[in-house]
Structure formats: structure tokens, C-alpha cells
């Protein structure tokens, strides 16, 4: 599976791939999985859950970024790995990207333009399954990041981010807390090797 480095000019120098865990192609959804876990399931509900114990969820720590729950770093090896939030943040901002809906071989999506370098990426609508329906899949891509930032005793809550488009609201980019059970996609990243 040849996946390809997309230099968007982000402030943060990362390179994201030009598709998804699991796509073999940009257009392709890829992957549906948990947060943490490498096995797409067929009820994404609580009770089907990996990291969930007699009602507690295990914690995993607080930035599963290239660890054993990072299903891009397990699937692909480094530098293969999860965005952080920040790293995700500067990906839908508008400040640093264009968005421009766009229909590629049958998918819509979005086409992600760095201001700064014109290089870009395609972005698939393939929602979020929630049990076993993905109801979004026309509208909304929504992506894992290795980051929690709400921890309570016996439950937390991972970040993902999205990037949606409604009649009413187009390209309406932003993040948000995801529950860990939930099939969201993945979108690989890499930090930039310095040059010596």
C-alpha cells in the first residue's frame, strides 16, 4: 500500500498521509475503529468495547501517540503515528488551509489545500459509526487523535476532529470529545526529519 507524505506548510511542520489507516486510496474511507484498538468491530457500542472492564474503562494514558494503541503506528511502524489535538487543530484551521468540496471517483469529500505550499490532500466524508449505522457518511469526516483532554474516575474521553459540511453550515471544521467505543477514522502523520 504506497501511502504518500502531504506537506501542508502547518506551523507545526507535520506531513500528513494522503489517505487513511486502512485506504487504498485517498478516497477511500479506510478504517473504522475504537479509540485504542487495531480491530474494526461490527457493533460499535460500549459493551463491545476493548478497553472497557466491569463498567471501567482501562486507562491507556493521556497521548497514545506511536504506542502499542496507536493503530498508525501498529499498522504502518514509525514514524507512522496518531495527530495530536494541537497537530489537528492546525489541520482544519482555515487560517492555514483551504477547504473546497469536491467528489472524487464517487466519494464527497473535501479538498485540503495548504495556503502556504498549494499541495493538497483529499479528505472522505466517512462519518462515524455509532452501534452499527454510520449516519454521516455523506457529510462528515471524523478523525481519532492520540490526546484525552477530560479524564473523570472510570470514564474518559479521547478528542477527534471533524470536518463537516451541511447546506445550512459548509465547511464547518472543529473538535471535539468522542466516545472511546465509536468508529472514527484515522488519519496518519509524521513529524518532519530534520535535515543535518
Known amino acids: 500500500m504506497d501511502i504518500n507524505l502531504v506537506d501542508l506548510g502547518l506551523p507545526n511542520g507535520i506531513l500528513w498521509a494522503d489517505r487513511n489507516v486502512g485506504a487504498h486510496s485517498p478516497e477511500d474511507y479506510g478504517l473504522h475503529l475504537t479509540w485504542g484498538d487495531l480491530t474494526p468491530q461490527k457493533d460499535y457500542s460500549k459493551e463491545n468495547y476493548k478497553y472497557l472492564k466491569d463498567t471501567k474503562y482501562q486507562a491507556l494514558g493521556d497521548n497514545i501517540s506511536a504506542t502499542p494503541y496507536d493503530a498508525a503506528t501498529m499498522m504502518y511502524g514509525e514514524p507512522w503515528r496518531l495527530p495530536t489535538l494541537k497537530e489537528a487543530r492546525d489541520f482544519i484551521s482555515k487560517k492555514y488551509c483551504i477547504f473546497t468540496l469536491e467528489t472524487l471517483n464517487g466519494i464527497e469529500g473535501y479538498r485540503v489545500t495548504g495556503k502556504k505550499t498549494g499541495n493538497s490532500l483529499f479528505v472522505p466524508f466517512g462519518g462515524i459509526i455509532i452501534g452499527k449505522e454510520n449516519t454521516s457518511a455523506t457529510s462528515q469526516a471524523v478523525y481519532w487523535t492520540a490526546e484525552l483532554q477530560q479524564t473523570s474516575p472510570g470514564t474518559f474521553f479521547p ?10 453550515d459548509p465547511y464547518r471544521n472543529h473538535w471535539g470529545y468522542i466516545s472511546p467505543y465509536y468508529g472514527a477514522t484515522i488519519r496518519p502523520v509524521q513529524s518532519r526529519t530534520k535535515k543535518r
Do not use: A, I, S, V
Open 159 to 168: 478528542c477527534g476532529f471533524y470536518l463537516e459540511y451541511y447546506e445550512y
